[in-house]
């Protein structure tokens, strides 16, 4: 695609629930980032692909939270037995090369995640 | 003491003006990016800096890799420059991104 998207654009669910959002990259980007913006606040660093293996998953934010990659494409965030602290705007991005020294990240347009 | 600091939190001018907003990090670091949000939270990358300084239109970004820090300067500011300007490092001990807190910049017609 033209851009990198990200499906829903907007989750509600009640607390307890799992969700999965997914990320679909601009075609041909190895590497790929999950980010987190809580409401009023900056943006979070969840964690990066380099093509399908995630080197570092320290920065997700509790083991209720996992993330894979396949095909070196589409990526998926999950969240198991979710918090109202989990509602946040998550954020995907993707740049050509890995590590992105000479290349831009792109950002998706983020899914809008609130738990009731 | 966050790892990324921008300054100043807020900024108001008045078109035309000639804006500079400041980032300090305290890590080690392999790039470091500017990024604007805009209100509807669409975050668009503006620079990506190793060292040096780059130039887009009417945007400057520098980095001062000795004194970790870098600007973001923008001439001839007009109102839809108006955004939170982002701070971001790549830490080379990790690879982990690390972002300031933003700096939400208004210009006035």
């Known amino acids: 695609g033209a851009g990198v998207s990200q499906t829903p654009s907007n989750k509600v669910t009640e607390k307890g629930k799992y969700v999965e959002l997914r990320c679909d990259p601009i075609?041909?980007?190895?590497?790929l980032y999950w980010y987190r913006q809580s409401l009023g606040q900056g943006l979070e660093f969840l964690i990066y692909?380099?093509?399908?293996?995630?080197?570092?998953k320290s920065g997700l934010p509790s083991d209720r939270f996992s993330a894979e990659r396949t095909g070196g494409s589409v990526s998926t965030l999950t969240i198991q037995r979710t918090q109202q602290e989990d509602s946040a705007v998550y954020l995907c991005?993707?740049?050509?090369?890995?590590?992105?020294?000479?290349?831009?990240?792109?950002f998706g347009p983020g899914t809008r995640l609130t738990v009731l | 003491k966050n790892e990324v600091e921008q300054s100043p939190q807020n900024l108001t001018a008045q078109e035309g003006e000639f804006i500079t907003i400041n980032c300090s990090y305290s890590?080690?670091?392999?790039?470091l990016h500017w990024l604007q949000q805009h209100p509807g939270g669409g975050i668009v990358s503006l620079f990506m800096?190793?060292?040096g300084k780059k130039k887009h239109g009417r945007l400057i970004a520098t980095i001062n890799i000795q004194e970790k820090h870098s600007s973001l300067h923008i001439t001839a500011s007009h109102p839809r420059d108006s955004a939170v300007y982002i701070c971001?490092?790549?830490?080379?001990?990790?690879?982990?991104?690390?972002f300031g807190k933003g700096t939400r910049l208004h210009i006035l017609p």
């Open positions: 800096l190793s060292s």
């Open positions: 971001a490092v790549r830490s080379n001990r990790d690879d982990k991104i690390i």
């Open positions: 075609s041909g980007h190895t590497a």
């Open positions: 890590v080690g670091i392999s790039a």
């Open positions: 991005a993707s740049s050509l090369l890995f590590p992105a020294n000479t290349d831009t990240q792109y």
């Open positions: 692909f380099q093509g399908n293996s995630a080197p570092d």
